[in-house]
C-alpha cells in the first residue's frame, strides 16, 4: 500500500495530465460536431456491416429455399406441358423435382445422388434431366435417395438424334473434360456442322424424344474412316448442378418387359 502510494505521489502530475486529456478528448467529442459526427460514423459503419452480414446469411437461405421453390414449379410446369402432348402422341410422361446432394466430375466413374428414392416412385434405369437438358441415368435407389450415372460417365451411352435431320449416333463420354462428349456412330455421308444440336432420339423409354442433349463443337474425318470422330459441348453444366428432374415414363417397365423378353 505505501509502495503505490510512493508511486502515485511520484508520478501525481502525470497522472492529472493523463486525466486533463481524457477530460478535453470527451468535452471536444461530444460538443464538435465534426468528431462526434466521426465517432458515430465509425460507430454506424460497423453496425452497418454487421447487418449487411446478416442480411446476406438470411438472403442466402432464402435464396436456397426460393430455387427448391423454382424447380418444384418448374416440374409442375412441365408436367402440365407434357399432360398437353400426351394427348397427341399418347405418352404418359411426368416429371419429379430432386436436389443434387452429392456429386462428383473428376473421375471415369462419376456418380450423383438425389434426395429422391423408392417412396418418392423412383426406378431403376429412368431419365434425370434439368432445365439444360439430359443430365444421366438412375443405377441404384433407396428409400430416401439415389444414384444416378450421369453423361460425364464413361459407361454411360444415351441415344441421340441431330436436331436437323433426325439422324441417329450414341454419346458416350471419353472421361476428359467434364464439358464434353463423343457422339458415335455418325456415318461418313452425314454432313456435319459446328453448332448442329443434338437431342435425345425417344428411341428408349429412358428420355422422351427432343430433350436438349448439346451442340456440336467440332468433328473430324480421317481418309479412311466410314464414321465421325465428333465433339458434342453439352447443355448440362455438371459443375454448377444442383437442380434436377427425374423423368417418369409409365410405359418404360413394359417396354423394358418386352425387350428383355427378346433376349
Given at each position: ?10 508520478y ?13 478528448f ?8 465534426y ?10 459503419d460497423?453496425?452497418?456491416w ?8 438470411k ?11 423454382l ?9 402440365r ?21 452429392q ?32 443430365v ?11 444414384v444416378?450415372?450421369p ?24 472421361g ?10 455418325v ?77
Open positions: 500500500m505505501q509502495t503505490l502510494l510512493k508511486i502515485l505521489t511520484r501525481s502530475n502525470f497522472l492529472v495530465f493523463i486525466a486533463l486529456e481524457v477530460a478535453a470527451m468535452l471536444l467529442s461530444w460538443n464538435n460536431v468528431p462526434r459526427s466521426s465517432m458515430l460514423s465509425t460507430a454506424n460497423a453496425i452497418a454487421q447487418h449487411e452480414q446478416i442480411s446476406e446469411v438472403a442466402y437461405f432464402s435464396l436456397r429455399s426460393q430455387n427448391e421453390l424447380a418444384a414449379e418448374n416440374a409442375a410446369l412441365r408436367n406441358i407434357s399432360a398437353m402432348d400426351s394427348a397427341k402422341t399418347g405418352d404418359d410422361i411426368h416429371y419429379i423435382p430432386a436436389k443434387v446432394v456429386m462428383t466430375t473428376n473421375r471415369l466413374h462419376n456418380y450423383l445422388t438425389i434426395n429422391r428414392g423408392s417412396k418418392d416412385g423412383i426406378q431403376r434405369g429412368q431419365g434425370i434431366r434439368n432445365e439444360e437438358g439430359a444421366g441415368i438412375v443405377r441404384t435407389v433407396g428409400r430416401n435417395y439415389s444416378v450415372l453423361l460425364i460417365n464413361t459407361h454411360t451411352n444415351l441415344s441421340c438424334r441431330f436436331a436437323k435431320n433426325d439422324y441417329i449416333g450414341t454419346l458416350q463420354w471419353d476428359k473434360d467434364s464439358r464434353f462428349a463423343l457422339l458415335a456412330d456415318a461418313a455421308h452425314m454432313v456435319v456442322n459446328p453448332g448442329d444440336t443434338i437431342i435425345t432420339s425417344g428411341l428408349s423409354p429412358v428420355f422422351p424424344e427432343k430433350i436438349p442433349v448439346g451442340i456440336v463443337e467440332n468433328s473430324v474425318l480421317k481418309e479412311g474412316d466410314s464414321y465421325y470422330t465428333i465433339r458434342v459441348r453439352l447443355h448440362t453444366n455438371f459443375k454448377r448442378l444442383k437442380y434436377v428432374e427425374v423423368v417418369q415414363n409409365a410405359a418404360q417397365q413394359e417396354l423394358e418387359e418386352l425387350e428383355n423378353g427378346l433376349d
